[in-house]
């Protein structure tokens, strides 16, 4: 199935699982064989290195960049990249739909993957990953919902893609805000420390699992009434999507009970 899949993980990431794909030349080692290529962002990396998930977690890495870009307000749309992009949208909310709660998504083959993060729900992984090929809204790689019962309700997608010199094309216009994860130290299917955290690949080592120093390029689309993001339909995290008691409050690798 290419190169590119040569490592794949079904692991936990800031609390929610997704299937996590190395980049071409980035190894589970911690080793790079190419430089990475860093995101389009403004922002400067002190400043970046301030971020924080909804749960309190520091945000280190690539993603501390790639998710600067949501604070600075939208490019303006062509009335053309306008329609295409509401069409793309209206065939991503119908294709959520088709799967309202967890029990249709594990009907439809689709697998939790890790548990549930406030902010990026749970994850079950199953749809079609297309690599470097043409972006396809109806065709999303996980479907995201407010927790891990059957009776969970759908809240959006997320979508992977390979971008070697950049994030990749996906929804039309320039503000589907892509992100990527770093640092991630996975024992089996576990995580054993938050994601994106300031960790060295001998601290994974010694705890025991393996290193990832980069995943591939992903993108959540919060395109379920009700659940709209109010970070945007592109945003990283949904404050909506919340723990059971309400708040963001988790465990030390950002996990909690959904509904």
């Known amino acids: ?12 990431m800031a609390g929610a699982g997704v299937v ?31 971020l924080t998930d909804l749960n309190g977690h520091h945000i280190h890495g690539v993603k501390a960049l790639d998710v600067a870009a949501e604070s600075e307000p939208d490019k303006p ?22 799967y ?18 406030p902010g990026a729900g749970a994850h079950y992984v199953g ?11 109806s065709r999303p790689q996980s479907l995201i919902y407010d927790g891990t019962s059957p009776d969970s309700q759908i809240v959006g997608l997320m979508y992977l893609g390979m971008g070697g ?10 503000n589907d805000h892509w992100h990527r994860h770093s640092n991630v130290c996975l024992q089996g299917a576990e995580v054993l420390f938050p994601v994106d955290a300031d960790i060295s690949q001998a601290q994974c080592t010694a705890a025991g699992g393996r290193f990832m120093t980069i995943t591939a390029w992903m993108v959540h689309a919060w395109v379920v009434p009700g659940w709209e993001s109010s970070q945007g339909v592109f945003s990283h995290e949904n404050p909506n999507v919340r723990c059971a008691d309400g708040t963001f409050n988790t465990d030390k690798v950002g996990r909690c009970q959904g509904t």
């Open 165 to 174: 010199s950049g994030a990749p094309e996906g929804f039309a216009g320039p």
């Open 100 to 117: 309202p709660t967890a029990a249709d998504a594990q009907a439809a083959g689709y697998h939790l993957v890790g548990g549930f993060g």
């Open 77 to 98: 749309l062509d009335r053309a990249t306008r329609t295409q992009l509401a069409q793309q949208l209206t065939l991503a909310r119908a294709t959520a739909m088709k």
């Open 127 to 137: 749809g079609f990953f297309g690599g470097s090929g043409q972006f396809d809204p």
């Open 1 to 12: 199935m290419g190169r590119w899949l040569a490592v794949l993980v079904l692991g936990l």
């Open 20 to 50: 996590m794909l190395a980049e071409p030349g980035v190894g589970e080692s911690g080793g790079l064989a190419s430089p990475t290529v860093l995101p389009k962002a403004s922002s400067s990396s002190s400043s970046s290195s301030a």
